[in-house]
């Protein structure tokens, strides 16, 4: 069924890529916002990248397993791109002179502050990774690719896969258990616990 499927796709034909969506549209959004933790650029990823999977159809194998590793290949692309052009972004902003206030909106976000500590803690853990590494996580361990799926939709060799999750996962633990220490109450004196205070800064 995926080998018609695979034929069909590179013919160009639209109720094959229709069908594609269908099936892997929720996949692609998952595996952008684990790259990208942000809701409205992961439905961006997902638009271009059906419509880079459209212009790349030529490529696809006509023999093979699955099209989702293919497809998630193509959504990585799309996640490397949409970031530097949101640094070039960025950066001309930054040399705009500064607009007028922006109006307090606090009472809005106060409703969604534990759902935004959560994620900020999700980010501050991915930040620890490189790119590579975070793309390997997200396949093999968000996606449930196996290694060889993942090197396939990288185009890496299996060994760099491997060598990447194993990375990854010892800089997500220290990541953890450096997080698990700076919260965790500190005992006082007379037996009573505090709540952790902030790091000190060193001096200046």
């Avoid at 975070?134 to 361990?141: G, N, S, T």
């Avoid at 060889?148 to 890496?156: D, Q, T």
Wanted: charged share 30%; hydrophobic share 40%.
């Amino acid at each position: 069924m995926e080998t018609q499927l695979r034929a069909r796709i590179r013919d160009g034909d639209h109720d094959a890529f229709a069908e594609l969506f269908d099936r892997y549209a929720r996949s692609v959004y998952n595996h952008a916002f684990r790259l990208t933790g942000d809701w409205s650029t992961a439905q961006d990823v997902v638009s271009l990248t059906f419509l880079e999977a459209w212009r790349l159809r030529g490529r696809v194998d006509a023999e093979g397993g699955s099209v989702r590793p293919w497809l998630l290949g193509v959504a990585t692309n799309v996640v490397r791109n949409t970031r530097r052009a949101a640094g070039r972004h960025a950066a001309a902003m930054a040399r705009m002179p500064p607009g007028s206030p922006v109006s307090d909106f606090a009472d809005e976000v106060a409703s969604r502050v534990d759902d935004a500590e959560l994620l900020d803690a999700v980010r501050l853990a991915l930040e620890t990774l490189r790119r590579g590494e975070r793309e390997v996580l997200a396949l093999c361990v968000w996606s449930g690719f196996d290694y060889a799926a993942a090197a396939e939709a990288l185009g890496i060799p299996l060994g760099t896969v491997r060598s990447r999750l194993s990375r990854a996962r010892k800089k997500l633990e220290t990541a953890a258990r450096s997080r698990e220490l700076h919260c965790r109450p500190r005992q006082t004196r007379d037996g009573r616990t505090n709540a952790a205070q902030p790091i000190q800064e060193g001096n200046r």
